[in-house]
């Protein structure tokens, strides 16, 4: 097949494009990043499919904080293929192809001769209902951090001297504007999964999974409907396992070098947080799949760090077959009579 790879460069406010394709390579130069920008891009990719209409179109834009995301639903929207790749990854693969200078019209051109090598569709919007929960949860996130970050402000300034009265006022007024906001999203999300009985569905399912509590199960969820989405609902538990990058990497060269195996960390660093603090917790628990799963670990000689993240691991699975076979989980199957080492 004839790929026409459409490179993205993307800022705040504007991108940069470029093409790289059986014809040749494109430079189409700067558009505003807003719906007009788009349509004028589309006119001149358009232009270029009605004179090769063999073409098929795969477009390459970095994640960039959210600034690529309506340009992706956008080509979404057109039926062309979307791939987000990893930042690193590009990074790795242009200095592979001895290439060094940086600017927009270089980068933009590196991204469609990256995705030209290695065509590989990998961004499709989420559904509505699972789209607005992200949203929901990010700005949950982002809340979270700014309290703990004033919080600590406010201890700090509490054991200043001489602090201008104004400050210690203009803080506490910040932390309860802050909390009032967190208090408001909170009571959308509630709001939002009332609206929607199929996610309260997902969710009650979810939580019977060993480890997966409250704080974790709405992320995980998100986690699982992209992954679903992604993959067109064909995705297996071992590719959702590295899309998370909790996949295991074997190091060794020839007979004497052997590192230990560590996880690819490719995936959504607070998403592995997330599972990593979910095992922790379960494997604590007085008993359950969960624990008979680290203690059998642990039995035979596995580092205790080692075993918990396996036991984010088999989260990661279990949710998955929960989340796909839309019925509650099993424990039976998991129970294991013999008494397991005590967890850390």
């Known amino acids: 097949m004839n790929i026409l790879s459409l490179g993205i460069d993307i800022a705040k406010a504007s991108f940069t494009a470029a093409g790289h394709g059986p014809a040749g390579e494109y430079q189409w130069g700067l558009f505003a990043n807003s719906p007009a920008g788009f349509e004028q891009w589309r006119a001149q990719v358009q232009a270029l499919l009605e004179a090769h209409p063999d073409w098929a179109v795969l477009v390459v834009l970095e994640p960039t904080g959210g600034y690529e995301l309506a340009l992706a639903g956008f080509a979404a929207q057109q039926g062309w293929p979307v791939s987000r790749p990893n930042a690193k990854r590009v990074h790795d693969w242009a200095k592979s192809q001895g290439r ?5 019209r270089l980068d933009a051109l590196t991204l469609a001769r990256y995705g030209a090598a290695q065509p590989r569709a990998d961004y499709k919007p989420l559904p509505s209902a699972y789209s607005q929960l992200d949203s929901l949860l990010q700005r949950q996130a982002d809340l979270d951090t700014m309290l703990n970050q004033e ?32 208090d408001e999203i909170a009571a959308a999300i509630q709001a939002h999964l009332q609206a929607q009985p199929a996610l309260q569905a997902q969710v009650r399912r979810l939580r019977t999974v ?20 992604l993959t067109d609902g064909t995705g297996r538990a071992k590719g959702l396992v590295a899309y998370t990058g909790l996949d295991p990497q074997t190091y060794t060269s020839g007979s004497s070098v052997h590192k230990p195996a560590r996880i690819s960390r490719m995936g959504n660093r607070q998403l592995r947080r997330r599972l990593y603090l979910a095992a922790f917790g379960g494997v604590r628990a007085k008993s359950g799949p969960l624990r008979d799963f680290y203690g059998r670990l642990v039995g035979r000689g596995k580092a205790k760090k080692l075993a918990v993240t396996a036991a984010a691991r088999k989260i990661l699975i279990w949710a998955w077959a929960v989340y796909r076979t839309q019925t509650d989980f099993d424990r039976q199957p998991h129970v294991h009579s013999q008494r397991q080492p005590e967890p850390a």
Request: aromatic fraction near 2%; avoid cysteine.
């Open 100 to 104: 060094r200078a940086k600017t927009d």
């Open 210 to 229: 060993p480890g997966v509590g409250a704080q974790t199960v709405l992320h995980l969820l998100v986690l699982l409907a992209r992954w679903d989405t």
């Open 151 to 182: 919080r600590n402000r406010q201890a700090a300034l509490a054991l200043k001297p001489d602090t201008a009265p104004i400050v210690a006022r203009n803080l506490a007024g910040l932390l309860r504007a802050l909390e009032q906001a967190q």
